[in-house]
């Protein structure tokens, strides 16, 4: 079963900097990861992509999060990092860990993390 596991979220003043980790479990020989990546969501709105990065090493950010946010993957360890440098209030919301997991057979699967909570005080 695969899961996903975010940690590192929390309240921070603006200007400020945290760092969330999200774990993959339970990949196995199944899957190959194609890509992670981090989204986030603020109550009545859509869940909008913050950052991506493919298995080939190519990255996405959304414009908003452009020179302050930062992915990055430890692949040994399936896990994805986001920095978050330069906070401002409007990062507010809860982060959800998203990865995209494909079969030999070239089947895709989307998996997301349970989310965690970024609050950034003014």
């Known amino acids: 079963q695969v899961q996903l596991v975010e940690s590192g979220g929390g309240l921070v003043q603006a200007g400020g900097s945290l760092r969330l980790s999200c774990a993959a479990s339970?990949?196995?020989?199944?899957?190959?990861?194609?890509?992670m990546g981090w989204y986030r969501q603020t109550p009545g709105k859509p869940r909008d992509l913050v950052a991506a990065?493919?298995?080939?090493?190519?990255?996405n950010y959304a414009d908003s999060v452009k020179g302050r946010f930062t992915i990055s993957r430890d692949n040994a360890k399936n896990t994805v990092y986001l920095q978050m440098n330069s906070l401002k209030p409007e990062d507010t919301a809860v982060y959800y860990c998203?990865?995209?997991?494909?079969?030999?057979?070239?089947?895709?699967?989307?998996?997301w993390g349970q989310g965690t909570q970024v609050t950034v005080s003014s």
């Open positions: 998203n990865a995209v997991l494909q079969t030999r057979g070239g089947s895709k699967y989307d998996y």
């Open positions: 339970g990949i196995g020989s199944i899957f190959s990861v194609t890509v």
């Open positions: 990065l493919t298995s080939g090493g190519s990255t």
